[in-house]
Nanobody, 115 residues
C-alpha cells in the first residue's frame, strides 16, 4: 500500500509557474514508477509526466519543454515544476505510483490558469 498526498495547486495567471509536490508513504526505491496525470472537466485523464526506474522521464506532448518532473528520494517526494502555464493546463493533477503490488493515486490538486 502506498499513500500519496499532493500539494501546491492553486490559481495562476497565464505565463506563470507552479510547483506541485507529492509525498509518498514509502521509499521510491520500492516504487517502479511515479508520475503525474491530469484531468480537465469533460476530458479523460491524461499523462503529464512519469519517472521510471533508471531515471527515465517521459512527458505528455502538450507539456514537453514546459514541465519538469523530479524527485527527492530522501523526502519520498516527487515534484512537478510547471512553467509557461496556459489556460489549457487547467485541470486536477493527480500523483500516481506503480509498485509490484498495484497502482496508487493521490486525491488530486486543482490547478487553474487564468487568461
Amino acid at each position: 500500500q502506498v499513500q500519496l498526498v499532493e500539494s501546491g495547486g492553486g490559481l495562476v495567471q497565464a505565463g506563470g509557474s507552479l510547483r506541485l509536490s507529492c509525498v509518498a508513504s514509502r521509499s521510491f526505491y520500492s516504487i517502479n514508477a511515479v508520475g503525474w496525470y491530469r484531468q480537465a472537466p469533460g476530458k479523460q485523464r491524461e499523462l503529464v509526466a512519469v519517472l521510471t526506474s533508471g531515471d527515465n522521464k517521459n512527458y505528455g506532448d502538450s507539456v514537453k519543454g514546459r514541465f519538469t518532473i523530479s524527485t527527492d528520494n530522501a523526502k519520498n517526494t516527487v515534484y512537478l515544476q510547471m512553467n509557461s502555464l496556459n489556460p489549457e493546463d487547467t485541470a486536477v493533477y493527480y500523483c500516481n505510483a506503480i509498485t509490484i503490488n498495484g497502482e496508487y493515486w493521490g486525491q488530486g490538486t486543482q490547478v487553474t490558469v487564468s487568461s
